[in-house]
């Protein structure tokens, strides 16, 4: 029988991870927000604009660096979906979706930029440093409810990012709870890594959350790294969640987990559903928040929801009265998605 030693295999993952952290690769780092320039968080961690949003169905956004984060939020539902900052170390089930992780907190980064590791490898975590609850779902959204984007305007190519369990759903796994059951031999929770490229084609990486098999429960507690080399270059990120515990109304296992640390190499190339894009003869000019068309004919741009938000004829369109979201814009021969 052959004998692995965790040590070591941690301290190869570790050596991949900071190897990222070169000056042509951008690591998330949660403590330099971009909008808001600032992140505050209520008593139990969890983010305090939660349910702030448009109040209808079109994902509103946060940014760290160039990543653009989805989030959905609906104050007179008390509802969120997508992405949301968190400054919680707790690692116990207390019926939330909004706050807590199973590793106890945000990893740290040393002033290089490089993941901080104990003597055995594992990144170092920190109760005082944010990280990213995610929380998937088919409800609401249009769009994928848990999705990357990046504001430069530019396709990267993801290099690794950190994820962990969300408590409530590990716990649902573990004991049950609400319409979610224990589970048995043969129960599997599946967080799924879609990368979308410039030609909308997709690959993917599925990571085991929790697993139970020969009657052993095995589950992710600290932080684990997922090498995400093989997407490719991409022009979005998303995340899908999967679970064995199904009902009649899906799955029933809480559909959260946490992320942290996502690492993608520095873009060189224009993609169609980023922040500033170009699409045959479209041009988003996210700076002048204007759609500009290369001569003057009608268009009609959507939301999200595939309402119509503006119709209208000219060269240059101006979006600046829209919410933030994503949007598509139509001419008789052209579409183009862009972010506000």
């Known amino acids: 029988m052959k004998h692995f030693n965790y040590a070591l295999l941690c301290a190869a993952a570790m050596m991949a991870a900071n190897a990222a952290a070169a ?9 330099k927000p971009s909008n808001p320039e600032t992140l505050s968080f209520g008593d139990d961690g969890a983010w305090d604009k939660l349910y702030d949003g448009n109040g209808d169905y079109t994902q509103d956004f946060f940014e760290a660096q160039i990543f653009i984060f989805s989030h959905l939020g609906m104050a007179d539902w008390n509802y969120w979906e997508g992405f949301a900052p968190c400054k919680s170390a707790s690692m116990t089930d207390e019926g939330s ?21 104990d003597e055995n490898g594992n990144a170092t975590v920190s ?48 004991y ?39 009657d052993i429960f095995q589950a992710i507690r600290g932080w684990k790294y ?26 029933n296992t809480m559909t959260g987990f946490c992320l942290d640390k ?33 001569q003057s004919e009608f268009a009609i741009i959507y939301n999200t929801a595939g309402q119509k938000v503006i119709a209208t004829e000219g060269t240059r369109i101006s979006v600046a009265g829209l919410d933030k979201g994503v949007y598509l814009v139509k001419t008789a021969n052209d579409a183009l998605r862009f972010i506000k």
């Not at 042509?24 to 949660?30: H, K």
């Not at 699409?279 to 928040?289: C, F, K, P, S």
């Open 23 to 31: 000056d042509d690769v951008i690591t998330l780092d949660l403590t």
């Open 97 to 117: 979706y909004s706050a807590g992780c199973m590793a106890g907190g945000g990893i740290l980064l040393d002033e290089n930029g490089n993941i901080l590791t």
């Open 127 to 174: 109760a005082s440093m944010p990280y990213i609850v995610g929380y998937y779902s088919t409800m609401m959204s249009a769009e994928p409810s848990c999705q990357i984007l990046f504001n430069d305007g530019a396709a990267h190519e993801p290099v690794g990012v950190y994820v962990t369990n969300f408590p409530t759903a590990f716990y649902n796994c573990l």
């Open 176 to 214: 049950g709870g609400g319409t979610a059951r224990a589970f048995v031999n043969g129960d599997k929770f599946t967080l799924t890594i879609h990368g979308v490229a410039t030609d909308q084609t997709e690959k993917t990486i599925d990571v085991d959350l929790v697993t139970y098999s020969n």
């Open 226 to 251: 997922v090498d995400l080399t093989p997407l490719g270059k991409v022009e979005s990120i998303y995340f899908t969640m999967n679970s064995t515990d199904i009902g009649t109304w899906g799955i």
């Open 262 to 294: 996502l690492m993608v190499k520095a873009g060189d190339s224009v993609g169609t559903s980023l922040a500033s894009a170009t699409n045959g003869n479209i041009t988003y000019d996210r700076a002048a928040m204007e759609v500009v068309l290369p």
